[in-house]
């Protein structure tokens, strides 16, 4: 299993006191040292976990031109209209999806082209599962354009996630479904599109980043 980079701190620390606790407990017999080191491993199994960075789909097969893909795993919390005061300016469509503690949280492009604008904003620590969490969290916005198409993304940290990681600056060409950064520990990201595109998912549903359609440009590029 692959884990991302930022997450090998995350995965050091527990491993070394679950080293220093054995050596430790060992004066004291077997039992005493796996009660020292379990707690150890079982947070670093866990901090594996979260920063897991499975491939999907788009990192072997190009999605068609059309499709804007989950930039997250999570569940689908907005879809269609957007929250009031949490789009940009301009007419637009709006997906959000909350990433609970247990999802992956490598982030992905939703859709390709040049990273025009990358923005971060300094705020709360609100519920991410919040609106208002949209526009008062922390958050880093992106905008990406392909020809006369373009596309905003959020990363938008929650209660737990206090640091955003972002891998990609204005100017850089992405792919679809490409690798753009992370967020650690719950949180959500923002995903806009304008009217001429069809939003494909709905709210409640359970989708994964960089696999699942969740909006089609109607016309064809």
């Known amino acids: 299993m692959r ?24 004066g004291s017999g077997p039992r005493a040292a796996r009660a020292l080191t379990w707690p150890f491993l079982a ?13 999907r789909r788009c990192d072997s097969t190009p999605p068609p031109a ?8 999570g569940v689908v919390m907005v879809a269609g209209d957007p929250q009031p005061g949490v789009a940009p300016e301009g007419d637009w469509q709006q997906v959000s999806v909350f990433l609970s503690v247990v999802d992956v949280h490598v982030n992905r492009a939703p859709y390709g082209g040049r990273i025009t604008s990358s923005t971060y904003t300094p705020g709360s620590f609100l519920a991410a ?30 209660v737990l996630a206090r ?3 972002t891998r990609v600056v204005p100017g850089q060409q992405v792919s ?21 595109c069809t939003v494909t998912v709905t709210k409640g549903q359970r989708v994964r980043g960089g696999e699942t359609v969740i909006a089609r440009w109607s016309h064809p590029s």
């Not at 947070?43 to 491939?55: E, G, I, K, N, T």
């Not at 059309?66 to 795993?73: I, Y």
């Not at 479904?177 to 009217?195: A, Q, T």
């Open 176 to 196: 679809t479904g490409e690798r753009v950064g992370l967020m650690k520990f719950g949180s959500r990201m923002d995903v806009f599109v304008p009217p001429e």
């Open 163 to 165: 640091r955003i990681v």
């Open 43 to 55: 947070l670093s199994a866990y901090m594996a976990v979260f920063f897991r960075d499975p491939d």
């Open 66 to 73: 059309d499709d804007v893909l989950s930039p997250a795993d």
């Open 129 to 158: 599962y919040r609106a208002e969490s949209a526009h008062r969290n922390e958050h880093s916005e992106l905008w990406v354009r392909d020809g006369d198409r373009t596309v905003v993304f959020r990363q938008i940290v929650g």
């Open 3 to 26: 884990i991302d980079r930022a997450g090998w701190p995350f995965l050091a620390v527990p491993l070394a006191s679950a080293a220093v606790s054995t050596a430790l407990g060992r």
